[in-house]
């Protein structure tokens, strides 16, 4: 193989002018030829980039429970999660599962729901902490919830109010994390922005008070 060169004794006797030139030519073709490691040809992320979707066709996610003592009882099939619960005292019943979400960033919760009294979407939920609701009833209120623990009652976030974007039958309701701040969303109408608290646990599901049968159409979780 030959390689093309210029000898030594050229350069030597070659014009100044002429030699510049060359050596230019030549550092040009060299850094051209260098791949800028550095250079990052990857774009930022845009918007959410994991999902988590249950239609309740199946019980994929071990959703179903049976408690007769409480009476508390849920079922999943043909597209529908379905809530009893009919205490003989006053209260709450909660189911949530692992979904694999980071609660600890940007996220979005969303559902389809309707009761004969009154549901929720419950997030932020472990087993030493009930997390947060956000509720809607079938008289046109909703309410957002610190759920406590086995020590600190429920206090509310945003008490009872009313909103016309609540429907009979069925509701579309989202929780959205953007920043610093809490957005609710109901059938697509934003009805309140709250600021961010902060979450002990990562599971999310579905919440009733006493004297309720409830049921969710899906649960979609992005982050």
Do not use: R
Not at 69 to 77: E, I, L, R
Request: proline share 4%; charged share 15%; aromatic share 16%.
């Amino acid at each position: 193989m030959f390689v093309d060169f210029i000898p030594i004794i050229e350069l030597i006797f070659m014009k100044p002018v002429k030699l510049l030139l060359l050596l230019l030519t030549s550092a040009m073709l060299f850094t051209s030829c260098v791949k800028k490691e550095y250079y990052n040809t990857q774009p930022e992320p845009v918007g959410y980039q994991n999902i988590f979707n249950d239609d309740f066709n199946y019980d994929n996610h071990n959703w179903s429970f049976s408690d007769p003592a409480n009476n508390a009882y849920v079922t999943v099939s043909n597209g529908t999660l379905k809530y009893v619960y009919m205490p003989a005292v006053k209260g709450t019943n909660t189911v949530a599962i692992n979904t694999g979400a980071n609660m600890y960033h940007d996220f979005l919760l969303q559902t389809s729901i309707q009761s004969n009294n009154s549901m929720g979407l419950v997030f932020g939920v472990s087993n030493g902490d009930y997390g947060y609701s956000f509720f809607i009833d079938d008289q046109g209120y909703f309410a957002v919830y610190k759920e406590g623990n086995a020590n600190t009652p429920y206090k509310a976030l945003l008490d009872w109010q009313q909103s016309n974007a609540i429907k009979q039958g069925w509701n579309t309701v989202e929780l959205e994390q953007v920043g610093n701040y809490w957005d609710g969303y109901i059938n697509g109408t934003k009805v309140f922005e709250i600021q961010a608290q902060p979450l002990y646990g990562s599971k999310i599901g579905f919440i009733v008070p006493e004297n309720t049968t409830g049921y969710a159409d899906y649960l979609t979780v992005q982050w």
